[in-house]
């Protein structure tokens, strides 16, 4: 393509002809630059009527052309389109998400929820994300309830509200977690496991109560993770079908002896990290 219709090209070319104009670049430096910028021309038409990542054009997926002026020469460059930032954006807040053993496939956040039953939760749920979004202390929230009436449900709906605030959150089933807990030991990884649940930014444990308790989950783990928690003012929360009467009695029977001291730390490290909520609902699982 010769000189005269590659500067044909260009003068219909809006973007190209407002790039010029805004940083009034004299002709010798349009002519050095042809090439870059008929370059951009070519590329930007890649960007047409594009649908997204997947349908990307460009040999650099999801960047769009650029053209800059150093105020001597015209330089063709990239920088992310919008369909690459929103990628990005969506992706870290999946990176933001931990979860074990479960998964949120079948919740639709879209629409939570409400009635009177639920009115009480939903608002300690908002003050709670609006207290800690203004980077005050913040309690978190232990919903006990029958089973089926929606305590996962809320707690992972708060979870993801958190992510996609960019927070960094685990979301565990706790009986599967102390599973893991016991595997851990075995492998010889048990410290690691335990340094990552007291650090997180945000941890959810849900269905506590669920599981099989021992002297050394309680003790050596679980009271080292939620004492390290305590320490740090890190946000935690819990769920289960245990209210704080029934909760007692499952911390003090553990290995089929009853443990009244130990079981009353645990207790109050609970109790300091999260406020008692009953959630008394219909059971939406039947």
Known sequence: M????????I??????????????IPNKAIESGLNNLLAFHLKTKYCKDCQGMATCKQTNTGYMPKLLYNGTQIELDTTPCEYHNLASKTKQKQDNLILIDCNFNNFNFDDIYFNENRKD??????????SYEKGKPTKG???HGNYGCGKTYLLA????????????????????????FRSAISAGSLEDLIDTLKEVEVLVLDDFGGETLTNYIRDEVLGTILQARMTNNLLTFMSSN???????????????????????RIYERIRALMEFVKL???NYRR
């Not at 010769?2 to 090209?9: G, Y």
């Not at 003068?11 to 009034?24: G, L, Q, S």
């Not at 939760?121 to 609006?130: F, N, P, Q, S, V």
């Not at 709906?157 to 979301?171: E, G």
């Open 2 to 9: 010769d000189k005269k219709a590659i500067i044909n090209i």
């Open 11 to 24: 003068k219909d070319n809006t973007d190209i002809v407002n790039f010029i104009k805004t940083n009034n």
């Open 121 to 130: 939760i939903l608002t300690k749920i908002k003050t709670c994300l609006a």
């Open 141 to 143: 929230i232990y919903i």
């Open 157 to 180: 709906y708060l979870a993801k509200t958190l992510a996609s605030n960019n927070h960094k959150v685990i979301f565990a089933y706790y009986p599967s977690l102390a599973r893991m």
């Open 242 to 264: 245990l209210d704080e009467e029934l909760l007692v009695a499952h911390l003090k029977e553990s290995n089929h002896s009853l443990d009244d001291l130990r079981a009353s």
């Open 280 to 282: 008394s609902d219909n």
